[in-house]
């Protein structure tokens, strides 16, 4: 009787070994599994907020035609989510005939009558875009020939600390004419 309850309790302890090391090959596994999800979405986070940080429009606005270039001078595309139509309307994209995408180096033209508040992108970044047309439509650089730095007369509402324009001058021999805007003050200069 004796040799049967060894043979019961070697069988016993031969099933607790079995059962323990299949839960710990299932916890090791499930631990590795989660390391790598986890590891996978801290890698497609970081992707993502590099991908963010490098979006950038820049806002032209052209006198002669009296457009408003949103120029994306960005890394990567941009795709847009959301258009602010005011400060409270929006409609998500597409919207306004405005395009979906835009391509690094790419622009959209803009009537400055139907120039959108806001553009949110994808990647939830929001650019101002009718304010910053409203400024460069409102900048007017005056001067007097042949434009030294102290003959520049007056402009009115820039507020970058550093800023150029590109000056087309009729009449004038040479090309890329421009004015910097450095410290408060004008300065002839080549852009």
Known sequence: MSHRRG???IIGGVIVIATLLLALAAVYFTLIGTQTIVVDVYSKRTNFESERSTEKLSVIYDHSTGVCKV??????DIHIARVWINEHDFC???CLSISENIPVGENLKIPRNIAPSYIVTTRGNVFSIKA??????????YGAPPYPSEN????????Y??????VNITGVIGTDFGLLYNNGTWLYHKC
């Not at 120029?71 to 990567?76: H, K, L, S």
């Not at 910053?132 to 650089?141: G, H, K, P, S």
């Not at 520049?152 to 507020?159: E, P, V, Y």
């Open 161 to 166: 600390e550093e800023a150029c324009i590109v």
């Open 7 to 9: 043979q019961a309790e």
């Open 71 to 76: 120029v994306n001078t960005g890394a990567v």
């Open 152 to 159: 520049i007369i007056a402009t009115n509402r820039l507020t």
């Open 132 to 141: 910053e047309c409203e400024r460069q439509a409102a900048i007017y650089v």
């Open 92 to 94: 998500d994209s597409p």
